[in-house]
């Protein structure tokens, strides 16, 4: 799946896990509850997206822009949450939640 465009796609629930999504589109995607694990999202755009209950355990995360990402009780590791704290900005248009809010960032 790497360069698919998931542009405003509703993919709630969706079972994406063990994926290349390299360089992926994903702004303003709904990915509620989806299970997103060892998923290699190098290069995606995140921006706008809403991750709200996701699974995201050994996601892959590096160059992403999650610039207005909600990830409210999305399910990720500490190191993984330190990383997305690093670049956290934004609030999500669709939730209105700050992305460092929803990742739980000091």
């Known amino acids: 799946m790497e360069l698919t465009n998931f542009t405003g796609a509703d993919l709630r629930g969706a079972?994406?896990?063990?994926s290349v999504m390299t360089k992926s589109n994903l702004h303003k995607a709904d990915l509620t509850n989806a299970m997103v694990d060892?998923?290699?999202?190098?290069g995606a755009d995140l921006s706008d997206a809403v991750l709200?209950?996701?699974?995201?355990?050994r996601a892959t995360f590096n160059n992403v822009n999650i610039t207005g990402a909600d990830f409210t009780d999305a399910i990720l590791d500490k190191a993984q949450i330190k990383?997305?704290?690093q670049k956290a900005s934004g609030v999500n248009?669709?939730?209105?939640v700050e992305t460092r809010n929803s990742l739980g960032c000091r």
């Open 83 to 85: 990383e997305l704290c």
């Open 15 to 18: 079972i994406l896990s063990a």
């Open 38 to 42: 060892q998923v290699n999202l190098t």
């Open 93 to 96: 248009s669709k939730t209105n």
């Open 52 to 57: 709200k209950e996701a699974l995201l355990f």
